[in-house]
């Protein structure tokens, strides 16, 4: 089956820190109101019940806008949601397996950090996208590692799935990174964490103009 085309521009990536569930859905329609092409729910509480029925809200909102919905690092969730896919980081299974939960269809993300090689490995395996970071200081995952520019270009020369950058990203610091080949800016904080996150969504979408 012929994989999904990915958008490009701002991939906005929800934080249970910052957005309480009766204002989860509200931000996420605002997300994308600004501009977002694609949203991944992350929540790393530990109330499951809660989580899924956010999990299928978001899925039917986000369909309701023809946005994809990834669900972060549970491939479960992601199937009982019916959401479009999952983002796996290190510890959190193959694409192998999140394949044949999800379908072919299924949008499948894997954090690549800053190694190249784990990008290409995951291209191998069937991934529909790469992400790379952090590429500056980030709030929400503060002893990350770094990633360069440099490797967001040779990544995008080497690779023919799109490529993410994520790690502390807003509308003054990503314009690099799109110069150097990010086809998506994953931004938690610069979205979710502003007063006026419609307003946020669209100045990061400004870094793709």
């Known amino acids: 089956m012929t994989k999904r085309q990915l958008p490009r521009g701002l991939y906005a990536i929800t934080d249970s820190k910052l957005l309480s569930p009766e204002h989860l859905i509200q931000a996420v329609a605002q997300a994308i109101q600004g501009g977002a092409v694609m949203i991944q729910y992350r929540d790393k509480g530990g109330d499951a019940a809660r989580r899924l029925w956010e999990a299928q809200d978001l899925a039917n909102l986000c369909r309701s806008l023809g946005v994809p919905l990834i669900i972060n690092d549970d491939v479960e969730l992601a199937a009982q949601a019916m959401a479009d896919g999952v983002h796996l980081g290190r510890d959190d299974g193959n694409v192998a397996i999140a394949r044949s939960v999800l379908g072919e269809q299924a949008i499948i993300g894997v954090s690549c950090y800053n190694e190249l090689d784990l990008a ?4 191998a395996d ?5 992400a ?4 500056y200081s980030s709030s929400v995952k503060p002893n990350a590692v770094r990633a360069s520019t440099a490797l ?3 990544a995008k020369a080497r690779l023919s799935v799109p490529v993410v950058a ?3 990203i807003n509308s003054d610091n990503g314009v690099p990174l799109v110069a150097a080949g990010a086809d998506m800016l994953a931004v938690i904080n610069a979205v979710f964490g502003q007063a006026d996150v419609a307003s946020a969504a669209a100045q990061i979408t400004k870094c793709f103009k």
Do not use: H, N, P, Q
């Open 120 to 123: 290409l490995a995951a291209e």
């Open 126 to 130: 069937g991934a529909d996208y790469v």
């Open 132 to 135: 790379f970071g952090s590429f």
């Open 152 to 154: 967001l270009a040779e």
């Open 166 to 168: 994520i790690g502390g």
